[in-house]
């Protein structure tokens, strides 16, 4: 677990990652040489082939300044059908690629006999530590995160992580998770963020606004205009379908709010959520899980999924290294600029 | 100017309210009658015809648990033109018929020459103070809100803000304005709430988690469920168009979460933008305003939609008086339950 | 059944209506006299209490010009929980408080200890027959409709249909149904149209360009600009979901396009689809039908959709009657125009 | 001109494609060698550098089941910001790096000082004709087509059309474009498809159910399930802005329906409308035309944009010839098997 301030009330599972999820496993391909600072980070839905077993999902799009690949058909039809693979904007296509290559080998009837593979890929800009220019992530890249893929998984400048920055400091990869429910009906939400996003003055943990006084500190280098952007996935064991995940997809925009986004306008916020328990079920094409949440019945999940991915977007910043990269360029983990942060929420448990 | 919590590091408007943006009036009626709680709130986005003189608009429905009236036709062609009217869960339809007779006195081809009306009314559901099944609310109540339209108005316990509950606290209406920009460009965006959402434990003001603390305070009679909703109205007069208005009305989502709420199940959370500027150039039918601002310049307003939204909840809390209605139902307004929240809010202030 | 061109190959139910899938019923208060010629019309998904049993249901706005009410609601939460009730443009609101009311005697606790109603009501403009100022629709013919709910209804003139034009002729209420499937699966899907949309010149009944050979025949006075809409309802009792009921919905506009439409600006085209299998399951509030139709079964259906909406328009044409109305507005029936009609198609049958 | 039967009775331009709006090129690589038929196609909007003079632009998902690439970013922003490129379902990865790539050469500053780019790559599936696993399109092929891009250019078998299926004959590349408006304000509305969707007892042409005729003469091999899909790509010089494209872009769907389809689960149906009247203004970045046209005068765009995207399926598959490809698998043109196709216009034209 990350050591970091703790976010909200719910309690969070053993990991307090998505790997909390059963089956959710993530996996990683870090490329950290010079000004090659990238790489690629895969998160499956369960140990099963994911064209042969889809899951029920849902995506949002909150700000749509990106080009993350597969949303159209996953909202279509409610379900993912692939590992989602988080990599950088320029990578996109190479991902794809990839992705289909490593489906056929299982399934060489797809294309022909059977329908073309969805695959998933998200992306954010890490121009600024990662010489995007050189197109350094290969096809290969993806089988390496594919097979490392662990329910325990590192978290900070790592996998598609490894370039990004967040509130002006060094971002990259978090997660979460939150439980509810009772002792009959017992669901763990969790999230897991690739985090690029946020201007440093705005930045807010545990409402404050600690972004004011980082900015005094920092490294923050001048950038033409922000372009960064958040990718958020949301897993639950809740029976959820589609139109249910979608709005607790939703709610991962709370989460994002909550550390001082306003969602701007370069940046692209967008959430994918999916539910594992209904793997069986969705497998047989209509995307519908075997058990019953009554919308009625949302509320504890929804304040899960917003929990969960502002305490990842936390993890994203208090996991992180400090990386040097692309034309000398340095973004600093905010451990090295806060070293007594403990105090300072210390203080602030105590004015409540 | 509501004596409340500041929100955010923008500043506002003389008025700090919906009403600095320049044409921009709103009026009340309210029903404050034993068991009859409730009432109508018009916002009129200019002095002039909105039929003959429509403003660019969007709408944003961010949870759909509501039964607002008006946003397809909105939406499909990018522009108010009516005045918005909100009121209570069960006079939508008395409202959508007082509208229409309205405009038919002074626009008699409405229906037959011209085009319908499309009048927009947005509710809340005031049932724990109001005895709803009353229906209470008469046609001529919109007339009477109308005519007492003004850039100066009450906010807190009055119009259609009467009845509502938020926090678990007594809620209503609040508005805030901010101004961004530069000497030569200077633009207000400003927000007004109908605010009737939100479990106590879950408010949040500037960070601090005020509703745990006034848990133990509050007279929060339990509910069946939590049934609340907010409308939240943002004006500006920057030129925007649809699109661009559709962007600035998703960012009041940001300004909602950071007072606690992550979008109850079961509260109808919507947005409706429009820009005055706009008004000569709408009028001929495209939506689009006579100038052009670049989407990469949309930041600032962004920030000053979340940020008067915010301010706007806060305010309708702090400027509410406590009521009691229906069944003897009492909602308590904050500035009893917390006569010391000047303090709370100082030190936070120096701890930050 | 109506006495109309057979519109594609399917088999239709024995009425030919949307009464043939199991529990829908149709019921009319028709107003008719002199200048005041409209109605309402409702459709019942089952004879239960939809309030408490609600439905899967879904709508898709194809054209958003236009007031329909409850659809926000509708789609987040994935279920139909009222009637469903068409009238005219200016009453919307009058039977919105009717369905209110109606709901709240059998269920007292409406807006108190239990959610609000979401009452759905579509409308089209029949200003050109019927004098929308006079506001001649009350409450009480809301509950007049209901009570005449019956699977075998009236088509073409009556209800809500009957002050309504389409394509210049006389339209109004028109329904048919499709049936496929095998033995062991056989589903009804059924759709009713309230047709008040279209240029005469643009009308085709079976690929044959109808309306330009009629355009010389038939009095079609000339309007400023189309105002006219088509609601459809869709129905089926295949246990789809919310997401696959939405794309059901979305094959109606085939069935539109059909008879010469291009969705006109001033038309408010708008679908709603009900699924009546779902009502146990629907009604424990997730909206989940009980047995499972996988997407890749959709195909029969998305046919059946966009055929019985089809076949609807032609025979909500060939039932109307002749009206004289407002103004001595009169829209003729197609039936009068082209008393010939059968030997049309025939001659159609045989060439190809 | 393609010699096709004749749709609807607007005008069309000098080139009847998409051609003729000025500065619209289209360029083709085409790959056809045994197993291997497949290739890109590229749409210029204009002659300029698309990424630095951006149009206003739309995109509708009438069916998501499709990869089609770049339509978060376009409809948030409203603009497109590279020529449209449409290839194979597997090469939308090699193409949208391709494009990167030469975005590159010109605007060095993309990703580090300036934003990413949005490359726009639509897909279908041509796996029956051509060996999709061998991944023949390489990124070089983008460049050719690109150079070879002109006002005039082939439709049919070639570019990304080699392989294509539409309604179980020869599919591929159409194009087509229709006039409308006064003297002082003549618009072009012009089409461009990708057809290979639609299964062949649907096909209607001109209103005559020609499939099930054909569907004795033509080799339609037996599919496990129809994976085809439809990109329509939709151009006008009208000064509309993104709103109104949406609008536009949704008549598309009109004329889809009218060759016989009814949107098949499998079939990813996308329609993508610019304007390139909005050239200078859209790039400053708001994406808004320079001159406005009311919503009111649309219905004659709408028309345009149905009649010229139904004409361009029809000239795509008149325009085809018989191709064999992959495991011997062949389409046939509708020429070869229909070659007494005038006869049957000129009857139907004579009996009506």
């Given at each position: 677990m990350v050591d970091a301030p703790r976010i909200g009330a719910l309690p969070s599972g053993s990991r307090d990652s998505i790997g909390d999820v059963e089956g959710v496993t993530v996996g990683h391909a870090t490329l950290a040489d010079g000004p090659i600072q990238t790489g690629v980070t895969v998160i499956r839905p369960h140990g099963a082939d994911a064209?042969?077993?889809?899951?029920?999902?849902?995506?949002?799009?909150?700000?749509g300044f990106g080009k993350t690949l597969g949303l159209l058909q996953l909202n279509e039809l409610g379900t993912l059908e692939s590992?989602?693979?988080?990599?950088?904007t320029?990578?996109?296509g190479t991902i794809y690629t990839a992705m289909i290559k490593h489906?056929?080998?299982?399934?060489?009837?797809?294309?022909?006999?059977a329908p073309t593979l969805n695959p998933i890929v998200a992306e954010c800009n890490d121009g600024w530590l990662n010489d995007l220019h050189a197109f350094a992530i290969r096809e290969e890249h993806y089988g390496q995160a594919l097979r490392s893929a662990n329910a325990d998984f590192d978290q900070g400048s790592v996998g598609a992580g490894r370039g990004m920055s967040c509130f002006g400091l060094k971002?990259?990869?978090?997660?979460?998770?939150?439980v509810v429910g009772s002792e009959s009906a017992r669901f763990v939400v969790a999230?897991?963020?690739?985090?690029?996003?946020?201007?440093?003055?705005?930045?807010?943990?545990?409402?404050?606004p600690l972004g004011r006084r980082l900015a005094e500190i920092a490294n923050e280098a001048p950038r033409v205009r922000e372009q960064g952007s958040i990718i958020v996935v949301v897993a639950t064991n809740a029976p959820l379908d589609h139109r249910q995940l979608r709005r607790v997809a939703m709610r991962a925009s709370a989460g994002i709010a909550r550390t001082g986004s306003n969602f701007g306008h370069g940046s692209g916020d967008i959430v994918i959520a999916f539910a594992t328990n209904g793997v069986d079920a969705a497998s047989t094409g209509s995307g519908r899980p075997p058990a019953d949440v009554p919308d009625a019945a949302l509320d504890p999940l929804f304040d899960a999924a917003a929990e969960s991915t502002e305490q990842s977007i936390v993890n994203a910043l208090f996991a992180a290294d400090t990386v040097r990269g692309y034309a000398d360029h340095v973004r600093r983990a905010i451990r090295e600029c806060l070293p007594d942060w403990r105090?300072?929420?210390d203080e602030k448990a105590d004015a409540t």
């Open positions: 064209y042969r077993h889809s899951v029920p999902a849902a995506a949002v799009v909150i700000n590992p989602i693979a988080l990599t950088n320029f990578s996109v489906a056929l080998r299982d399934n060489p009837a797809i294309g022909r006999m971002g990259g990869i978090g997660s979460a998770s939150r999230a897991l963020v690739l985090a690029n996003f946020g201007r440093l003055p705005q930045l807010t943990i545990r409402g404050i105090s300072l929420f």
